[in-house]
């Protein structure tokens, strides 16, 4: 299996001052990496030097198309099909990376809480 990279310190620096302007995310890590949950449920989260965020079927197929970015795979041929891949042009635009990560976060917040 392959071994995972780290995230780059610039995408990790970003994420957490972006995250800053999402109330009531609870951040942590998982396999590593900084996430971002809602009632148990991760909405965001970095991998590698992937952030994605997990998005409606409606507002998945837009931000794919709208930003020329697709469905995300930690694995070659192993979908998360709720999941897409924050392009360069949506991370150095703050206020339209802010804009879909609250769209992500009430979506994931409307789904049924992760049981303990």
Not at 88 to 101: A, F, M, P, T, Y
Not at 104 to 116: C, D, G, I, N
Request: charged share 35%; aromatic share 12%.
């Amino acid at each position: 299996m392959k071994k995972w990279k780290p995230s780059p310190e610039t995408l990790k620096k970003l994420f957490l001052e972006t995250m800053g302007s999402v109330k009531g995310a609870e951040k942590r890590k998982m396999f590593g990496y900084d996430c971002a949950f809602v009632n148990g449920n991760m909405f965001t989260g970095l991998h590698e030097e992937n952030w994605v965020m997990r998005l409606p079927e409606d507002r998945r197929t837009e931000f794919v198309k709208t930003f020329k970015t697709k469905i995300f795979e930690p694995f070659p041929g192993r979908t998360m099909k709720e999941y897409v891949v924050v392009p360069e042009n949506v991370k150095k635009d703050q206020k339209e990376l802010k804009k879909w990560l609250q769209l992500s976060f009430e979506y994931v917040k409307s789904l049924p809480a992760k049981k303990k």
